[in-house]
C-alpha cells in the first residue's frame, strides 16, 4: 500500500532533549516536506526536499532541522525542543513537487513539556 | 508572498443543507489550487484540485469547487451535507508552479444529525 509513516505518533519531551520523527514513503517520490498544524493557522511548511541530499527553508524553520540521505526517508530533528514546538506534525511526499498527489502521513502529536 | 483566507473558521449546519466554504488567495500569477479534508484524528485528505482548464472542479464525496480568477477565490459546494462530512477543511495554494503548498487557516464544520 502507498504510503507515508510517520513515528512517533505520539511523543512528550521535556524541554532541551534532542529528538527525531522519522518520515518515510515507499512511492519513489522526489520531493517530501514537513509541517506544523496548529489551531487557526492552519498549516505551515516547516522545510522540503526536492531530491536527495537537497533541501530547503519553508516558512517556520527556526528551531527544525532536516536531512534527506535517501529518498525514502526525510527526518525532521529538532536539536532543542521548546514548549513553543509543542504541534501536531504531518510529513508530506509529492511526485512531482507541485502539489500533484501529495499524501500525508498520519502526523505525530509534539508535546514539548 | 503568498497568503490564503478562510473566512470561516467554524460552521455547524443540519444535515441535508447546502454547505459553501469561502476561500480566498493573494497572488496575481498562475496558481494551483486544492481542498483537503482532516477528519477527527486523521491525516489530510485531498479532496479536489484545479490545475487549468474548466474552473468547475468536481471532486470526491460530492465536492465541488469554483475558481473565479476576477475574485482571487476558490469556494468548495456541497449541495446537501452529511453527518460523515463532520471534519476540518483546508485550502491550499501552489503559485507558479512551485514548491511550497501554501494552506488556508482551515474550517471546522460541524454537521449536526
Known amino acids: 500500500e502507498a504510503q507515508v509513516t510517520q513515528n512517533p505518533r505520539y511523543l512528550i519531551t521535556v524541554t532541551g532533549k534532542k529528538l527525531t520523527v522519522t518520515c518515510s514513503q515507499n512511492?519513489?517520490?522526489?520531493?517530501m516536506s514537513w509541517y506544523r498544524q496548529d489551531p487557526g493557522l492552519g498549516l505551515r511548511q516547516i522545510y522540503y526536499?526536492?531530491?536527495?541530499?537537497?533541501?530547503d527553508k519553508g516558512d517556520v524553520p527556526e528551531g527544525y532541522k532536516v536531512s534527506r540521505k535517501e529518498k525514502r526517508n526525510f527526518p525532521l530533528i529538532l536539536e532543542s525542543p521548546s514548549p513553543n514546538q509543542t504541534s501536531l506534525y504531518f510529513c508530506?511526499?509529492?511526485?512531482?513537487?507541485?502539489?500533484?498527489?501529495?499524501?500525508f502521513g498520519s502526523g505525530t502529536r509534539l508535546t514539548v513539556v | 508572498a503568498q497568503s490564503v483566507s478562510q473566512h470561516n473558521h467554524h460552521v455547524i449546519l443540519s444535515e441535508a443543507a447546502s454547505l459553501e466554504l469561502g476561500c480566498n488567495y493573494s497572488?496575481?500569477?498562475?496558481?494551483?489550487l486544492f481542498w483537503y479534508v482532516q477528519y477527527p484524528g486523521q491525516h489530510l485528505q485531498l479532496l479536489l484540485k484545479?490545475?487549468?482548464?474548466?474552473?468547475l472542479v468536481k471532486g470526491i464525496k460530492g465536492f465541488e469547487a469554483e475558481f473565479i480568477k476576477s475574485k482571487f477565490s476558490f469556494n468548495l459546494r456541497k449541495p446537501s451535507v452529511q453527518w460523515s462530512d463532520t471534519a476540518e477543511y483546508f485550502c491550499?495554494?501552489?503559485?507558479?508552479?512551485?514548491?511550497?503548498?501554501?494552506f488556508g487557516g482551515g474550517t471546522r464544520l460541524m454537521v449536526k444529525p
Open positions: 526536499s526536492m531530491n536527495v541530499e537537497v533541501t
Open positions: 512511492m519513489n517520490h522526489e520531493y
Open positions: 491550499a495554494v501552489i503559485v507558479n508552479a512551485g514548491n511550497m503548498l501554501t
Open positions: 497572488y496575481g500569477g498562475t496558481v494551483n
Open positions: 484545479y490545475f487549468s482548464g474548466d474552473p
Open positions: 508530506a511526499s509529492s511526485l512531482g513537487g507541485k502539489g500533484i498527489g501529495y499524501t
